[in-house]
């Protein structure tokens, strides 16, 4: 036997390291100690020693007859991966897991100018919808299943209304060491009712004597992105780190859309104008705090946070881009303050806990008070009354509490109990300030929901593991309900829902490199904060909203072999959703042409769905790979919603979702230039949406006013890195073929755009 222990150079564990012999099919991993053991016969050997941020050690052995060895090795951090890697078992904790997840290495981004929500779209089965430029709206659909289906966590803390500044699409990639992303079933270590599946943001943990990482970046239609962090940790465990980001673009990019004729009051959607945007700034500043204790006796991780976070949005358009405005706009900020604890071996061996909460107050102040109404050439009309979309100067006060717990017990090498509870509670109250003095809410509109989680994991060896788990779900909701059908007149309601989910997952490691995962989930997934309140302008929320009810299957295998310089790793997934009381975002017609969006539970929904992704590399000097998603999201309803009559819809696609994406990527490394510790990179990247109706299909299919068209991007990007990394320079050109581009129906993004960025890195 070989055992021992698996150091970074600091002399901290790395956990879940992989340890094999070259040549062999022996392998084993560290657990999170970074502690090893591998039972081998009596021979020569060729001991790998591999872990995802750090550089691939070899060492030769000698090992006799009944002979142990302790053999404990040191790793060095890379400063340059050879790929951006987005594979499941390249991190081996997410490999080792019975769920269905892949991990993206942020690392070979963070020259780029691309947010978190870009580099998430590499993953297999994701497709990332903007509505626009910088700071816009933004929903994940994963495996057919988009917005909020699918819940956003940073280090396992939920991110429910954390406000913009804090969207994927607007957190630098540089924030994240990777992101973990569970596709349908999901581990109750989240607490999640989530049926879509979870997205993890994990932060850097490496314990650094001192680091400063520092960008900025300026581009096409006026866009600055700035980022800092820097930090120390010292000898008696006290720490800090402080991140700070901020976003800033004019999004005056081209756009072609019918415009209205103030003269006839008519939009000829049949002829449509090249027209800039001029309404729509938007710039956010966040800053991150923490101060605390590591690697003390009493805890492992003590840190208490603080985050601030401002924005100013203009607001360029409604649901559609025919209607537009010239002088609408918000502005917000937000307050968190926060708790981090985590211990190993708790008053006993095995025992391990850790706890997150946060209080986040957050307060947005909608404007639209506009005497005029502007059309796509800027000209301007009267109003017969103030209010470009709905006459309002009103400020929304959103209160948000979140507590997030769990205990993890080891019983032996075979045994894992867990334990997990995730409890949040949410209030708002809006104020008219269009009134003197301003005038609040008759109601309150509250809602607090708990989650716990049992699970049993079994692993009986190295080749197979088994996990069992049940959720108990509990959701009160209390909020004005209209009682009139001009919606003038409300009262007070309130309920209590109470649901009970259960599942399982298991993997396999096959010979040859092969591993098979399958996974089963009876899930819920209780209604949001918007989806029952709104969001005071153009969302309409429904407090009597039912849970989304999904019965989740998930089969995946994938395959990775190491043949001397070349690197292959393939998968490919099987889902199916059984969904009932689906929860449809629809358009509401509003008067005056104008229109918001509202929520139904629509019903029955049936999906199935594939997806695959390949990846090779060869040394350090090249690696291509992409992934490809098709999804079959069916009405599953033989009648109309609440009526015997037939359902038009049935066995048609759901409207406005994508249904086959595919995306690929080729890296070239030329290592050396210039100096021998610098580095030259030059990557291609695309991704090709097919057309998809913005209305069921047997209606919109026969108008081409309802279909979002193919769409294919291709974006190149050329960096520079000097002195492993301390110094970078990246220039890149997204869209270089300026095609039309649209995530949502109408809403047209950005065509050819140019943008260049530098970084420093220096630490210790």
């Known amino acids: 036997m070989i055992s021992g222990k698996i150091l970074s150079s600091d002399g901290g564990p790395i956990d879940y390291a992989t340890v094999s012999l070259k040549g062999t099919s022996y392998m084993c991993s560290a657990n999170e100690k970074g502690l090893y053991h591998l039972k081998i016969p009596a021979g020569e050997y060729v001991v790998v ?66 947010t978190l929500s870009e580099a998430l779209s590499k993953a297999p089965g994701m497709k990332i919808r903007e509505s626009g430029g910088v700071g816009s709206d933004m929903a994940v659909t994963m495996d057919g299943f988009s917005g909020k289906h699918v819940k956003v966590f940073i280090d396992g803390v939920p991110q429910e209304g954390v406000g913009s500044s804090f969207s994927l699409n607007n ?32 932060t850097p943990k490496r314990q650094r004597r001192w680091f400063l990482d520092a960008s900025y970046s300026y581009g096409s239609f006026n866009t600055h992105k700035s980022y800092v962090n820097f930090g120390q940790t010292l000898r008696n465990g006290f720490k800090y780190e402080i991140n700070a980001f901020q976003n800033y673009s004019d999004n005056d990019y081209w756009v072609d859309s019918p415009v209205e004729n103030f003269e006839t009051g008519a939009i000829n959607r049949k002829k449509s104008e090249h027209i800039r945007r001029f309404n729509d700034t938007y710039h956010n500043e966040a800053i991150i705090a923490k101060v605390g204790f590591v690697n003390k006796s009493w805890a492992d991780r003590l840190l208490v946070g603080f985050n601030y976070s401002h924005m100013y949005k203009e607001i360029q358009t409604g649901v559609r881009q025919e209607i537009v405005y ?59 009354s103030p209010g470009e979309q709905s006459y309002q100067l009103s400020k929304s006060v959103n209160n948000n509490y979140s507590a997030a717990f769990t205990a993890n017990y080891r019983l032996g090498e075979k045994h894992v109990f867990t334990v997990n509870d995730v409890f949040n509670a949410f209030n708002r109250y809006n104020e008219d300030l269009l009134t003197t003095p301003p005038s609040k809410d008759e109601f309150s509109k509250v809602t607090s929901k708990n989650i716990v989680g049992v699970s049993y994991r079994y692993m009986p060896n190295t080749k197979f593991n088994f996990t069992v788990f049940g959720k108990q779900y509990h959701q009160y909701v209390s909020g004005p309900m209209a009682t009139s059908s001009a919606q003038d007149v409300y009262r007070i309601t309130s309920r209590s829902i109470d649901y009970l989910g259960y599942g399982a997952a298991g ?13 089963y989930e009876k ?70 042409g104008k229109s918001a969006a509202t929520y139904v539970n629509y019903g029955k929904v049936d999906t199935k769905g594939i997806s695959a992704s ?9 690696s291509l790979g992409g992934n490809f998603t098709l999804m079959n999201v069916r009405d599953n309803m033989p009648t109309a919603q609440g009526s015997t009559a037939e359902n038009l819809s049935y066995k048609e696609r759901m409207p406005n979702l994508p249904y086959m994406f595919a995306d690929s990527d080729i890296n070239f490394y030329w290592r050396g230039l210039g100096r ?36 294919f991007a291709h974006n190149l990007t050329v960096s520079y890195g000097i002195g492993n990394g301390r110094y970078n320079l990246s220039l890149e050109c997204r869209n270089f073929t300026n095609a039309r581009l649209y995530d949502n129906f109408s809403l047209q993004k950005a065509g050819r755009a140019f943008y260049g960025k530098v970084r420093i890195y220096f630490g210790n």
């Open 49 to 114: 020693v591999s872990s995802v941020g750090f550089d691939k050690v070899e060492t030769k052995i000698n090992i006799k007859s009944k002979e142990r060895v302790k053999l404990n090795i040191k790793l060095n951090p890379v400063t340059q991966l050879a790929e951006i890697i987005v594979v499941g078992n390249q991190l081996s904790k997410v490999k080792n897991s019975a769920f269905n997840a892949t991990a993206v290495n942020t690392q070979e981004l963070v020259n780029t100018t691309k």
């Open 171 to 202: 957190i630098p990639v540089n924030f994240a060491d990777r992101i973990e992303v569970y596709r349908g079933v999901v581990p109750v270590g989240f607490g999640a009712d989530a049926i879509g599946g979870v997205i993890n943001i994990v």
């Open 326 to 384: 010239g002088q609408k706009h918000r502005h917000g900020h937000s307050l968190i303050p926060s708790l981090e604890y985590g211990k190993r071996n708790l008053f006993t061996k095995g025992l391990d806990v850790s706890l997150n909460a946060n209080y986040n107050r957050n307060i947005t102040t909608n404007v639209d008070t506009s005497a005029v109404k502007y059309n796509w050439r800027g000209e301007t009309a009267s109003l017969n």
């Open 507 to 519: 993997t396999w490691f096959m010979p040859l490199g092969f591993q098979m995962k399958a996974s």
């Open 523 to 592: 899930a819920y997934r209780l209604p949001t904060i918007e989806e029952m309140f709104g969001d005071e302008d153009l969302e309409i929320g429904d407090i009597s909203l039912r849970p989304e009810a999904s019965y989740n299957i998930n089969l995946n295998i994938s395959y990775n072999a190491t043949l001397g310089s070349h690197t292959v790793y393939a998968e490919a997934g099987f889902i199916y959703r059984d969904t009932r009381d689906y929860i449809q975002r629809n358009i509401l017609a509003l008067s005056g």
């Open 614 to 622: 390949v990846r090779y590399s060869y040394s350090k000097w090249i």
């Open 676 to 711: 021998k510790s610098n580095v030259l990179t030059v990557t291609y990247d695309n991704q090709y949406t097919h057309s998809f109706c913005y209305y069921t299909a047997n209606i919109g299919s026969n108008n081409d006013d309802y279909i979002v068209p193919d769409q």
